[in-house]
DNA sequence: ACCTGTGAAGCTGTTCACAGCA
DNA sequence: TGCTGTGAACAGCTTCACAGGT
């Protein structure tokens, strides 16, 4: 057994606790530029609007990063929680589509700032290549195969109209992409070795509703019962 | 009992549920477009990637809208989709920020054609201000209150820059908002009885590149093991 | 024969409550 | 005393497998 690496623990991460990761993380970054040192489970969890048992088995999953009586140092657990979610290596991002949706996407600060670099920034329409975007040239949706493998893309965005999202996705696969983030209003074929996360808004929206209707059927229920 | 009303069935629908809901809903609406008359429920839970027992169980929740034998009546079930999750009403959407992704969210065809209408588009930077996307003028966010009021604004949606975004929210609240869709890297403080739900771009990036690196470390640890 | 609706089993995630350490 | 780390109980979700209609 080679031993030059501190033990990483165990890979078996709960997934709920991997989506959690990332809030702390950034929870602490925000700790970090306040200059404060140390954090309870806690206080942590209050500003990350969790249950603080919760906060300390998610993080016990990590290792034991904490001090019994006093808490957790900031710093130190930024630094794991970063290693943990893969932040410590940078990761070539591709985004094809540079309609709206894929020109805020390129604006938006959080990608640069925490290890995603975007390699393109890629469009099918004609008019739309060449443009300047956030520091970037839209190229041409042709070029996709080759910038996965020149630049060594390994997450794919997918910000295209929802017919065109299948096959940008293919592609992205075939040359060898295992991890897409799909904007698009449509569910992606993939082989079960890639890795797919879906953002919808309009489905959110709906959830939204739902939770409204019920509300006010409620308060209409109220009225009527009481 | 009054008993005009057809049963509505149970409200406890679980959350599970609910967030599965609208995928039903647009391949429902993709079979009906393309004259699709019925559907099994392995059919549509293929189409919409999850199993078919699940699939059942969540329409189970609506009510016994299936013919065994046969499968769902399509139109039917996008109907009775749609009531359940509120669609047959309108709902009217406030979009606060209308940088780049305010102005994608304004342009998504999605939002207008199921039972949402974006009410105003707003934005606190004065140059912003008068500029015309998708068919709406973009006002200042002082009016924010007198939209919610005189619009009947039942969602408000937060595409702010993340310092902002708490105190839209509070003035949402105030002017008594009570469904909030939020896009800023901020947890907010919200009264319980206000519903929220954030999606955040980088997160979703962040739990990728989780994944992409559990990938890459189970390769090295199978070239050394095997 | 076919397909829905659902009890039952199993699994994942949450919360409680406290032992154990600083 | 204060706070972490965690067993144990609990709650919610998924999956199986099949009874029960058509």
């Known amino acids: 057994m080679t031993s030059s690496t501190p033990p990483p623990k165990d890979r078996g991460i709960p997934e709920a606790t991997v989506a959690r990761l990332p809030v702390y993380l950034r929870a602490l970054q925000s700790l970090t530029e306040r200059g404060i040192p140390t954090i309870s489970s806690e206080d942590l969890a209050a500003t990350t609007g969790v249950n603080s048992a919760k906060l300390r088995k998610d993080l016990s999953h990590l290792g034991s990063y904490g001090t019994r009586g006093v808490g957790y140092d900031v710093e130190y657990l930024v630094y794991q929680v970063s290693r943990e979610l893969g ?22 600060g959080g990608f640069g700032s925490r290890g995603f670099r975007i390699a393109a920034l890629l469009d099918a329409d004609p008019d739309v290549v060449g443009l300047g975007v956030a520091g970037l040239t839209v190229r041409h949706t042709d070029i996709l195969e080759d910038v996965v493998v020149d630049e060594g893309v390994s997450i794919g965005v997918i910000a295209t109209p929802a017919a065109a999202a299948q096959g940008v996705c293919d ?20 082989p079960p070795t890639v890795d797919v996360r879906k953002v919808d808004l309009s489905i959110e929206l709906q959830i939204l509703a739902f939770h409204a209707q019920r509300k006010a059927d409620g308060n209409r229920l109220g009225l009527l019962d009481g």
């Open 87 to 108: 932040l410590t290596q940078d990761w070539c991002v591709a985004i094809i589509g540079a309609g709206n949706l894929g020109r805020a996407l390129a604006n938006y």
């Open 171 to 190: 592609r992205f696969v075939r040359a060898g992409v295992t991890s897409v983030l799909n904007f698009a209003p449509v569910v992606l074929n993939v």
